[in-house]
């Protein structure tokens, strides 16, 4: 257990990679409390793709076998579609060395990693809002002041508290993210056009939709992306109307316009860059996930990089000999990774969205060549990426 055993942690944020680094940390000898400002452990309803290295941190953290009780949807292979229907290149996934590639509900994932959390010993905070924290000193640890009153004092405090997180602004002053010029919706539907194991990607002028089943194929999830001139929020959680939706993706093919007839509540939100942080971590304070480093969706990894996070952390604080030093090497073993993946995904977007259509054309027509002429080529282009397992010291 090294360091950790009876080090007192809390982790700031009940979501994928806060409860990751609960049980991360539980699991090494470390008392954790997760301080959530909701009233309950949930999540608006959304799917997200669990791809090889993120199965392989659920693994470590002995929970990959509850992947598909909890309705998640193995993947077989990932479809990239004109706009107008026709299929540019199918790549399947059994060849893979590892075909450890999933669909799940978000609030399925949480739930699976909730109750691995206090299985391993974490308290759960419910409704507890922190407004502030103060690294540790000399003379004391850190301290996470509460919204409401009063204060909780830790040896570690980790803030997994997403884009706004308190604790990022305190390590790194405040940040002004740019506006990407694209917007996405998110929804999920029925499954009553029986959609199979498989990731469809539908590539148009200014705008893609992607979409994949979860619950057990019960339903699909649809994330919609279009390029757009200004917008002014950023978050997760307004609402918009299912109209707007199916105006943006009017000429697009019959089988999307089926889809997008079963939409009943969508949410929008826009899409924005943020630097990865400077600065991951204090004296006994540390961040991860989008705290730490936001990515674009294009690569579908903003939760796998939470929890390639959350273990990294707890493995560098258990083998070093202060929790500082511990917070230096994660620090120093996760940042060229992340600020990679975050790279490679805001550069994806534009692969799905060429407008003049020579180069549409001419774009296509070179995939659908590599994919019959060099497929192994196509298919292994991400190895870096999905076959990374940070479990292995990687």
């Known amino acids: 257990m090294g360091m950790l055993a009876g080090l007192r942690a809390i982790v700031i944020g009940g979501g994928i990679g806060g409860l990751a680094a609960a049980r991360a940390l539980a699991l090494r000898g470390a008392h954790v409390t997760v301080l959530e400002q909701a009233p309950e452990i949930a999540e608006v309803g959304a799917g997200l793709q669990v791809s090889p290295n993120a199965v392989a941190v659920l693994r470590g953290l002995g929970l990959d076998k509850r992947l598909e009780p909890a309705g998640a949807v193995r993947a077989e292979a990932v479809r990239l579609v004109d706009y107008r229907g026709s299929d540019v290149v199918r790549l399947g996934l059994g060849s893979l060395d590892n075909r450890d590639y999933f669909f799940i509900h978000r609030a399925d994932l949480i739930g699976l990693l909730e109750a691995g959390a206090r299985e391993a010993g974490v308290e759960l905070e419910l409704g507890a809002k922190v407004a502030r924290v103060e690294d540790g000193s000399d003379s004391g640890g850190p301290v996470a002041v509460l919204e409401q009153g009063g204060e909780r004092r830790a040896d570690l405090i980790v803030g997994a508290d997403g884009l706004h997180s308190v604790l990022r602004p305190a390590l790194n002053g405040a940040a002004t993210p740019f506006f990407t010029g694209q917007v996405a919706w998110r929804a999920v539907i029925p499954n009553s056009m029986a959609r199979g ?83 991951w971590h204090g004296r006994a304070v540390a961040i991860l996930g989008d705290a730490a480093h936001p990515t674009l969706p294009f690569m579908a990894q903003g939760a796998a990089m939470a929890m390639e996070d959350a273990w990294v952390l707890a493995a560098s604080l ?37 407008k003049f259509p020579p180069l549409r054309f001419a774009a296509h027509g070179v995939m659908r060549l590599g994919a019959r002429v060099f497929p192994e080529k196509m298919l292994h282009q991400f190895d870096w990426l999905y076959g ?3 479990t292995r010291g990687d």
Not at 337 to 353: E, F, L, M, P
């Open 197 to 279: 194991p498989e990731a469809m990607v539908h590539m148009g002028p200014g705008r893609h939709l992607v979409c994949y089943p979860i619950r057990g194929g019960a339903l699909v999830n649809l994330v919609a992306v279009q390029e757009r001139r200004g917008w002014i929020e950023e978050g997760w959680n307004r609402r918009d109307d299912p109209k707007a939706l199916r105006a943006a993706f009017a000429d697009f093919a019959p089988r999307v316009q089926e889809m997008l007839a079963r939409v009943e509540e969508v949410y929008l939100w826009g899409l924005f860059r943020h630097e990865v942080a400077a600065h």
């Open 318 to 354: 258990s083998g070093a000999e202060s929790v500082e030093v511990g917070l230096r090497l994660y620090q120093a073993r996760r940042e060229r990774r992340a600020a990679r993946v975050i790279n490679t995904a805001t550069d994806n977007a534009w692969k799905y969205h060429l």
């Open 388 to 390: 990374h397992d940070v």
